[in-house]
């Protein structure tokens, strides 16, 4: 069946470093490419997405980048802050269907 | 702004009990899900319905069943509780893009 992993599932970084994770999809039918941030005790929120006629999103600090061919996609965080340590979600969906296919998820911890 | 409201947030029951998980949305969406989320497994979907009285499985329906009786609620049921089933229940909306909004959470523990 459809499966996105996800990679790494944890990630330690100093304040002001940069932040990389990635994701890999098997349904080549997927076009929205969404991630969530999860703050401790609170719910997912999207923080970003992008779709499979883009190859990368930027905003501020966070972006994204998509491989269609390899299906690959990842989130970039740079600058980062200790507010941005959170678990974090990719996911995958085709927007002819309903279902979301999620990551494992990774937890971030920025050290100040 | 989309409000999803989990009626409990945190549940303790035993082993055999019926457990009702309630939803409600207030932005007329029609597609709602309900999510299990446990440690290194991310988010796993257990049932999702695309309008009322419609109802399909996600990945891991086993165990549970769901009622949508009215638009903006979506119910999760377990007919008898297992200690396997102790874990995160979040519910979602989704918008015709395919963002999700979802609730806080109901953490339920089964002892």
Redesign the interface.
């Known amino acids: ?1 459809e499966n996105v992993e ?1 990679h790494p ?1 944890t990630l330690s970084v100093q304040e002001g470093d940069s932040a990389v994770i990635k994701c890999t999809y098997s349904d080549s039918a997927s076009n ?1 490419f ?1 991630w ?1 941030k999860q703050e401790l005790g ?5 923080i970003i ?1 992008i779709r499979s006629n883009v190859g990368e999103k930027k905003d501020q600090r966070i972006a994204v980048t998509l491989n269609k061919t390899a299906k690959h996609f990842s989130l970039h965080i740079t600058e980062t802050q200790p507010e941005d340590s959170a678990v974090y ?1 990719c996911a995958a ?1 085709y ?1 002819g269907g ?3 296919i ?4 990774t937890r971030l911890f920025v050290k100040a | 702004d989309v409000k999803v409201t989990q009626s409990s947030r945190y549940l303790v029951k035993r082993t055999g009990e019926k457990v009702f998980l309630e939803c409600v949305q207030d932005m007329d969406h029609e ?1 709602m ?1 309900w999510y299990r989320q446990d440690p ?6 257990i049932y ?1 319905s ?1 309008d009322v009285k419609m109802k ?1 499985k ?2 891991i329906p086993e165990g549970y069943s769901v009622s949508r009786e009215k638009k903006e609620r979506f119910s999760l049921i377990l007919e008898s509780a297992s200690t396997n089933q102790t874990s995160m229940y ?1 519910c979602a909306t ?1 918008v ?5 909004f ?4 109901s953490r339920l523990t089964v002892l």
Request: glycine content about 20%; overall charge negative.
């Open positions: 069946g996800q599932s929205y969404p969530y609170k719910r997912p929120q999207l997405d979600f969906f927007t309903f279902k979301t999620f990551g494992a998820g | 597609n899900f290194g497994l991310g988010l796993r979907l999702f695309y399909e996600g990945d979040l989704q015709v893009s395919g963002e999700l979802f609730g806080e959470g």
